[in-house]
């Protein structure tokens, strides 16, 4: 067998036998490198070509790639704190940290999906195989995240919660890109603008998460104080 083939067997077994929460955070990983390759491509073409399109597209990437990179950090970070509290603290501001990135994502998909309703600008997919290849990326994203969220449902861990909410907001802006894709394909008249609509619900959906995560209570904290009131009563 191909070498190269052995080595990605390895990676795919030992993926498969960790467990949800390692998945998430290895997913994660990868599609952090993936969004920081993706983002600084489109910025540099962007700039070459003097593209509005590209630039606003990269910097919906470069913006996933802070926000997934900023978790990640953290999580290792909180991994290395012994004290419950000062973990959980640690994980629930980086919660809240992370609703700010996701209406940043909203606000920054909302430009591009603008800028493709009232310019008409989108990326061309006129070869069937180029929508066989976003659309299986994009179902592929949207059962990864799926699967984490199942798999980590009884899991309290707030940077894990964040990390699902983004391997979501991912998935959701491939889901419009593969309907881009498709509308192209069939050569349906105004593709783009079609896509911009959904795009823009999916942006708004996206805002709303954000502040309903920027808006979540510490739990935790606040059953403390409510004990420290009982006791001081």
């Known amino acids: ?89 640690l994980e629930f501001a980086t919660y809240k940290h992370s ?18 309703f009232f310019a008409g600008d989108s990326t061309p997919y006129n070869e069937f195989y180029l929508v066989y290849g976003v659309a299986t990326v994009s179902f592929a994203k949207l059962g990864f995240a799926i699967h984490g969220t199942v798999g980590t449902r009884y899991l309290h861990n707030p940077i894990v919660s964040a990390m699902k909410v983004f391997s979501f907001t991912d998935a959701s802006v491939s889901i419009v890109v593969t309907q881009c894709a498709l509308l192209s394909m069939l050569q349906v008249k105004n593709a783009a603008g079609y896509s911009a609509i959904t795009g823009m619900a999916v942006s708004v959906l996206f805002i709303f998460r954000g502040i309903l995560m920027l808006r979540k209570k510490n739990l935790v904290a606040t059953k403390k104080q409510s004990q420290l009131i009982v006791v001081n009563e």
């Open 1 to 89: 067998m191909w070498k190269g083939g052995i080595v990605i067997n390895k990676l795919l077994a030992r993926f498969m036998e960790a467990s949800s929460q390692d998945r998430t955070i290895t997913a994660t990983a990868a599609s952090f490198a993936a969004n920081a390759i993706i983002g600084l491509g489109k910025l540099l073409l962007g700039i070459y070509l003097l593209s509005p399109w590209f630039i606003t597209n990269a910097v919906y990437y470069l913006i996933l790639c802070a926000a997934k990179g900023q978790a990640l950090k953290k999580y290792k970070m909180s991994a290395r704190i012994e004290d419950g509290k000062k973990r959980h603290n």
């Open 99 to 116: 609703g700010v990135f996701i209406c940043l994502l909203g606000f920054s998909y909302l430009l591009v999906c603008l800028r493709m």
